[in-house]
């Protein structure tokens, strides 16, 4: 195990990142406090015997403050890529790291890991990218009473993801034909697991104080290529048609209204920036990260064809 166990409360951490990461940072020993708005959400995380589910509303700025009294370390994973009434990305990003910051202050906690983005940037194209860009800037801004590390990861996989899940839903459900916006945005897929070992080598290592780490897995790839391999690792058949950008933005706007809002104006404008890393995070924290092809089979790949022929109606 990687230091002393240490007291840590990890907002957001019902969630895919989340769940990986806690499991992960259980597994060295720490003590974890988990909020959340609904604790059938985390529910898979009550197993483990070190970690603490809380019904809490973090923005809430008391609730917030009697959260982080007494710990050693505070992650924010807390994200959306959607809006949903009130539920904007400035509240959601923006808002709640000032009152992570006011209370963490006040409790005199030093030590926060942050979830970011690559292509956060206060001046990005996307209000997704610009809220999770003016996070970083309040962190920043409190750096004197803060020892803070930044992760912006590329597109993240792995079981449970609503990324190459939902692809495969998609090709199940299409028949294996995808019209694509974006088709040529650029990725680097970074394994869910590569992440959470990337937050728990950073918690105690002194020399991640105030570093950004951009988390990027070994293969850059279009988006179209993206779902290819998804689809040989899901067995499904896959014609992409690549959407030119006018019909991509109507395609965006259509999507963006449906229930679950399957792609969003705002996931467009986030899609016209590659997300690729231009500094080997995880390599400066000593990672491998894995391909897709490694991982991706483990939890799409179809199950085994029956032995002995078998065929539909149990004729051979
Ligand atoms: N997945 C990716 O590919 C990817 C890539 C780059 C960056 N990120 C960032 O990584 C973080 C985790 O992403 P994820 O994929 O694990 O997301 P996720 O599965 O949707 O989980 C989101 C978590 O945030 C909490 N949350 C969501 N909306 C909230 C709100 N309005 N108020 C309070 N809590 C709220 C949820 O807690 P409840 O238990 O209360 O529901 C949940 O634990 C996010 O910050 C995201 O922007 C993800």
């Known amino acids: 195990m990687a230091g002393e166990p240490m007291n840590i409360c990890v907002l957001g951490g019902t969630g895919f990142v989340g769940s990986a990461l806690v499991n992960r940072l259980a597994r060295d020993g720490h003590w974890i406090r988990v909020p959340t708005r609904n604790p059938v959400r985390g529910e898979h995380l009550r197993v483990l015997p070190t970690v603490e589910l809380v019904t809490a509303n973090v923005h809430d700025p008391g609730t917030l403050g009697r959260l982080v009294t007494g710990m050693d370390a505070v992650i924010n994973l807390v994200g959306i890529l959607n809006e949903h009434g009130r539920c904007t990305f400035r509240l959601v990003h923006a808002a709640l790291a000032q009152k992570l910051l006011a209370a963490l202050k006040a409790a005199r906690v030093r030590r926060l890991l942050q979830m970011s983005a690559l292509g956060a940037d206060v001046g990005g194209p996307s209000r997704y990218l610009r809220s999770k860009g003016e996070a ?173 022929g078998f065929t539909s109606f149990g004729v051979t």
């Open 136 to 308: 970083e800037a309040h962190i920043r801004a409190a750096a004197a009473h803060l020892d803070f590390t930044f992760f912006r990861p590329s597109v993240i996989f792995g079981p449970g993801d609503s990324l190459t899940n939902r692809f495969a839903d998609v090709l199940r459900l299409s028949g294996g034909v995808l019209p694509l916006a974006r088709a040529r945005a650029r990725f680097a897929p970074v394994y869910v697991n590569d992440v959470a070992e990337a937050f728990a080598r950073a918690l105690s290592d002194r020399k991640t104080h105030g570093q950004s780490y951009e988390l990027c897995g070994p293969q850059v790839m279009t988006l179209e290529q993206l779902v290819r391999t998804t689809a040989q690792a899901a067995g499904r058949r896959c014609l992409i048609l690549g959407l030119p950008d006018p019909i991509g933005r109507l395609q965006a706007a259509l999507l963006g209204v449906l229930p679950g809002k399957p792609l969003t104006l705002d996931n467009f404008r986030s899609l016209t920036l590659d997300s690729v890393c231009t500094d080997p995070g995880c390599e400066r924290l000593g990672l491998t990260p894995r391909t897709m092809a490694q991982i991706l089979p483990s939890y799409l790949a179809p199950p085994p064809a029956p032995p002995g």
